[in-house]
DNA sequence: ACGAAGATTGGCT
DNA sequence: GCCAATCTTCGTC
């Protein structure tokens, strides 16, 4: 069953992060339903962040969703090519997200294949954020879109992960953010292929 | 109005 | 391992 909007409101966003392992991702785009099981997350703490794009209450045109109450998503481009697709989360004011960096495909492997240019299933499909909006076709007509959809929604599927199985460590990519980039804010199931490498 | 930098990826050496 | 691709965003002039 899709996840009510109470999962997403809670003000932990590295509690939510870290549930948001196991569960699955799916996209309706021009009909076809794609979707698979997120296995690597990163946690966004909205002000007080410096890697985030609300650090210090930044309040912009591209910014304004990740102030919206927690259940809807912020998808924006990176490096002019890549569509990064982000849960909001938290009460409405408070712009914490968590970045969905990877997944293991479930539904749709032969659209998500045809999308990503692939003939044979490897973990590279859906390894890393800018991969898998691709093969899921999230785009920023996304953006804003509510997580209960019928475009976009993440569903509880009764998966257990052990916190032994979860991997914690630094976010990746995000240098610039100087000491907060070493914070262990990234989450991802142990051993799972589809989880992106750190470069 | 201008320009630097970016929550990445894939191809080439 | 290195680097180009590609274009929006945001700080600064």
């Not at 999962?7 to 339903?33: A, C, H």
């Not at 009764?158 to 804010?185: D, Q, S």
Request: aromatic share 8%; glycine share 10%.
């Amino acid at each position: 069953m899709k996840l009510p909007d109470a999962f997403y409101q809670r003000d932990d966003v590295l509690t939510i992060s870290r549930e948001l392992l196991g569960k699955f991702l799916f996209t309706r785009v021009n009909g076809e339903l794609t979707g698979g099981m997120i296995v690597e997350t990163e946690a966004y703490r909205g002000t007080e962040d410096r890697a985030s794009h609300a650090w210090n209450g930044r309040l912009t045109n591209r910014t304004r969703i990740m102030y919206e109450a927690g259940g809807v998503a912020y998808v924006y481009l990176c490096y002019g090519i890549h569509n990064l697709f982000n849960v909001v989360t938290a009460a409405a004011g408070v712009p914490h997200a968590v970045l969905i960096r990877a997944i293991e495909p479930t539904e749709g492997i032969d659209v998500q294949l045809e999308r990503r240019k692939m003939t044979v299933l490897h973990p590279r499909i859906t390894a890393g954020p800018g991969a898998l909006s691709r093969a899921l076709g999230i785009t920023r007509e996304l953006n804003g879109m509510h997580l209960g959809s019928d475009s976009v929604w993440i569903e509880e599927r009764g998966m257990v992960i052990e916190n032994k199985a979860i991997v914690t460590g630094p976010r990746i990519g995000v240098g610039y953010a100087g000491a907060h980039a070493l914070f262990p804010w990234r989450f991802s199931i142990r051993n799972n292929k589809f989880v992106s490498k750190a470069k």
